[in-house]
């Protein structure tokens, strides 16, 4: 199987549909106004290098290439993606894509145009394993095809989606952020295409002052595209979270609009004079779109970067991603003199900040050589090719753009300050010329101004008796994880571990390469236990449902169930096929052995008292004693783990780890992946808080630390339940921490 619908994903989905597409899934099945679509799995990408032998070659064009050797780093960029849309995709591969781009087609086809053979227009996204998470913004890496139709296109599409992971910006930045490129795969997503009449993004954070109290919208007329490019200076709307107002609009001139002509092509079009400096949108649809952004936010459990659009008045979403720069507490900010230094430029800030230098003008990419660091950077926009010139800019100003064009996002994530939208930069401002840029303010002024660090401490830890810990699954922003204080890991899931390992469990056994599936789970435990060293990581026993991982090597050997969600997976398939058990064990035994004592265990889909002695008898085998040299824990993600609670405690285990998504599916009886029942799905359910109240409750008597690692625990009303009930531990999304951990101080003093 090479392709996935929406349907089938969900945020848990990034190994296969990177971030992009998971964040699609995601949102399909809670009901939102998502256009269909589906993924071709990054795993097709990885067998596509792999059957064709382009893979070595790929690697070879990377090895010891100098980052900041642009022409060099940009001839090897072009021969991989030139090697890359010139192979021929496997004939299964394309056909595969090309059926299911039909069944696309057909769900908005009448009976006459089903016979008349029409396609429909569709998008085709790259959706990077590495890209939209929480902790990092691959904004603009890779490339989207708009208003592709027929099957022939969207191959061409699909294949050059593949290539843009290789674009100069994008092999710079993974390296930058040490990403290894070969673990890095990429999907592409195929979703049905929206002809906006206007289109967006919303911010649910003002991004330039960092106050989530507020909505940030920007809309332009037609596609997207130019908003996020820069090209336009789109409207501003800022809408106030609690009142629902609308608190502040500035109307912008739109002289143009990127819209999709009569042949089906994209085309840029003058916007008719008397609608230059209107409104783009109505007040109504500013609200709507606010109310959409609070659900999504509050779904996710953090602030969000969405795009959006409307065709025919009906509003779109059509993607969303974490805001990877939001931050409470600003350390230090810097501060301006007083001065009558001459104010040369205004504009909007994107970034906060103060700096002074040189300017660069560039105007092209010839000119990205000469940026070097401590320069200011002033370009009419910049695109994603300008990233490593960008890194080397103290400071950026660019003509055009919003708070949510390229340069805005970019910089805020590198922390540079930034002002877009002066509309003359480039005229007023002349080469090697030293300005201060006041990116706090939107201002720029002539000359070198002195500034100072004000006195502003980084705001305390709050203590908490309660722990607050994280969610980590990517081992390679585990640094990035540790850095927000957390008392730990409460979840490690092993899958997208296994997952980048590009086999399956099962086939390293078939194999008798258990000794490689060992090496790779220590390699990406070991990355996170070093992070947050001596404090707790616990592990999650592998629980790849049978359906979900078909694209890995081995994975076509894996049975078909009726309903794989509640059928052989986690600890009942572990004890089937003990070997994967084994190694998982082993994995962490050497890790303690090697000094990381801060691994735990725990299993998964726990049913009966007979499944933890079983497998507490496989670990002492290995020569590791559950208990006395291993905290050693179950999920509680079933009904009837709830129910045998107190035999389980007495059975002896370290800690339990509640699992909301399968409590709250198993005890409603409601399938979290069916969108048409998606609104019922409610982990404040009484139902589900009783099970948990009752599963705290044994637990203090038996002196079994209780904790939640479902994303449940991300939501305030959840943890101010869990601290009332007197849990242990909480465990966050990575984002959510400091949020959390105010919501738990709150709530113990009430308590």
């Not at 998502?34 to 064709?52: D, H, L, M, N, S």
């Not at 560039?362 to 490593?388: C, E, F, R």
């Not at 609670?645 to 992946?673: A, H, P, W, Y």
């Not at 959840?718 to 959390?740: K, P, T, Y």
Request: glycine share 8%; charged share 30%; with cysteine.
């Amino acid at each position: 199987m090479y392709v996935k619908w929406f349907k089938d994903l969900n945020k848990d989905s990034i190994a296969v549909a990177g971030g992009k597409g998971s964040n699609l899934g995601e949102m399909f099945n809670l009901g939102l106004p998502v256009p269909e679509g589906f993924a071709v799995t990054a795993q097709t990408y990885k067998e596509f290098i792999e059957v064709t032998g382009i893979k070595d070659k790929i690697q070879s064009y990377l090895k010891d290439l100098d980052m900041e050797d642009t022409s060099r780093l940009q001839q090897s960029a072009a021969a991989i993606q030139k090697l890359i849309t010139s192979t021929t995709i496997p004939e299964d591969i394309a056909d595969e894509i090309k059926d299911n781009y039909e069944l696309l087609s057909a769900d908005k086809k009448t009976a006459a145009n089903l016979l008349g053979g029409q396609e429909v227009f569709v998008a085709v996204r790259s959706s990077a394993t590495a890209e939209d998470l929480p902790s990092a913004s691959f904004a603009g890496q890779q490339a989207t095809f708009l208003n592709i139709k027929g099957k022939d296109n969207v191959i061409k599409a699909v294949r050059d989606c593949w290539a843009s992971l290789f674009t100069a910006r994008a092999i710079y930045y993974r390296t930058k952020n040490q990403f290894d490129h070969s673990k890095v795969l990429i999907s592409a997503i195929i979703q049905r295409m929206v002809n906006s009449d206007q289109s967006g993004i919303m911010f649910t954070v003002n991004p330039a002052t960092n106050d989530d109290s507020q909505t940030v919208i920007e809309a332009i007329y037609g596609l997207g595209e130019m908003i996020v490019g820069g090209q336009i200076s789109p409207d501003l709307y800022i809408v106030d979270k609690k009142t629902k107002d609308i608190i502040h609009v500035e109307i912008k001139k739109k002289e143009r609009g990127l819209f999709r002509n009569e042949a089906g092509r994209n085309e840029e079009q003058d916007i008719p004079r008397e609608m230059q400096e209107r409104q783009v949108v109505p007040d109504s649809d500013i609200k709507e779109l606010a109310r959409l952004g609070k659900k999504i936010e509050e779904h996710y459990g953090r602030p969000q970067d969405i795009e959006w659009a409307v065709e025919k008045g009906r509003i779109y979403i059509v993607q969303t991603r974490a805001v990877t720069t939001f931050n409470k507490n600003h350390e230090k900010e810097k501060e301006l003199q007083e001065t009558d230094a001459k104010i040369v430029l205004r504009g909007e800030t994107a970034c906060r900040g103060i700096i002074s230098g040189p300017v660069r003008i560039v105007l092209s990419m010839d000119d990205l050589s000469k940026v070097q660091k401590g320069d200011i950077l002033v370009a009419t926009m910049t695109t994603p090719d300008y990233v490593p010139a960008m890194q080397r800019a103290a400071a950026i100003v660019t003509d055009e753009g919003g708070m949510t064009a390229h340069a805005a996002i970019v910089s805020r994530e590198m922390g540079t300050p930034c002002i877009v939208g002066t509309e003359h930069a480039t005229k007023v401002l002349k080469d090697g010329q030293v300005i201060t840029v006041y990116a706090t303010k939107g201002i720029v002024y002539e000359g070198k101004v002195a500034f100072q660090e004000e006195k502003k401490e980084k705001a305390e830890k709050v203590e908490t008796q309660t722990e607050v810990k994280v969610i980590m699954d990517l081992p390679d922003f585990a640094e990035r994880a540790a850095s927000t204080g957390a008392d730990g890991v409460g979840l490690v899931r092993l899958e997208i571990i296994i997952a980048n390992g590009g086999i399956h469990p099962a086939e390293y056994i078939r194999q008798d390469k258990a000794h490689e599936y060992i090496a790779l789970l220590k390699e990406g435990i070991g990355k996170i236990a070093k992070a947050f060293f001596p404090k707790p990581v616990w592990v999650r026993c592998s629980d790849m449902r049978s359906d979900e991982y078909r694209n890995l090597k081995g994975g076509d050997k894996e049975p078909h169930e009726t309903d794989p969600m509640i059928g052989w997976h986690a600890i009942r398939r572990l004890l089937d096929e003990p070997e994967i058990l084994k190694a998982e064990f082993q994995a962490m035994k050497e890790l303690h052995d090697e000094g990381l004592t801060n691994v735990g265990v725990m299993l998964p889909f726990i049913i009966r008292v007979e499944e933890v002695q079983k497998a507490k008898k496989i670990m002492e085998e290995l020569g590791l004693k559950p208990l006395k040299d291993i905290e050693f824990g179950i999920m509680v993600e079933t009904p009837a783990s709830c129910w045998i609670i107190e035999d389980l405690c007495k059975e002896g285990i370290s800690f339990v780890s509640f699992g909301t998504n399968d409590l709250t599916q198993l005890t409603l009886g409601i399938d979290r992946n069916n969108s048409r029942i998606a609104p019922l799905f409610d982990e404040m359910h009484p139902a589900v808080l009783g099970e948990i109240a009752k599963v705290i409750s044994v637990c203090r008597k038996y002196n079994v630390t209780t904790s939640i690692c479902g994303q449940a625990g991300s939501r305030p009303e959840m943890a101010r339940f869990l601290v009332q009930q007197g849990v242990d531990s909480i465990s966050a999304n990575v984002d959510a921490v400091d949020e959390i951990r105010q919501v738990v101080a709150k709530a113990e003093k009430k308590r």
